[in-house]
């Protein structure tokens, strides 16, 4: 059973811009912390960004800071992560992750994963 389903992605240019979204299963949706990592070929995993299950505190990667935006609409069970100012090193697939706790996440845990979507910019 498929807990998370990701979309979008794609391929842009430089500067151009693209949104993921993450729709959950209505449990996992309101119990859990979501965040997006993202892994580019040969480097490790790296966080991108996370929201709370309550409350808007989201937290951002330095890298993507100022650039990305975490979202989450209750009405479609679904996280989102708005990606502008795109650079060629936001390359790589894009995870979506859901755990009951935000601390997990931050080191990279979590009970959930979505299947990945790959996001190319070029130069």
């Known amino acids: 059973q498929v807990q998370l389903v990701q979309s979008g992605g794609g391929s842009v240019q430089t500067g151009g811009s693209l949104r993921l979204s993450c729709a959950a299963s209505?449990?996992?949706?309101?119990?859990?912390?979501m965040a997006w990592f993202r892994q580019a070929p040969g480097k490790e995993r790296e966080w991108v960004a996370r929201?709370?299950?309550?409350?808007?505190?989201?937290y951002y990667a330095d890298s993507v800071k100022g650039r990305f935006t975490i979202s989450r609409d209750n009405a479609k069970n679904t996280m989102y992560l708005q990606m502008n100012s795109l650079k060629p090193e936001d390359t790589a697939m894009y995870y979506c992750?859901?755990?009951?706790?935000?601390?997990?996440?931050?080191?990279?845990?979590?009970?959930?994963w979505g299947q990945g979507t790959q996001v190319t910019v070029s130069s």
């Open positions: 929201i709370p299950a309550v409350g808007s505190n989201t």
């Open positions: 992750a859901a755990d009951s706790l935000c601390s997990r996440l931050a080191r990279g845990i979590s009970d959930y």
């Open positions: 209505t449990y996992i949706y309101y119990t859990s912390c």
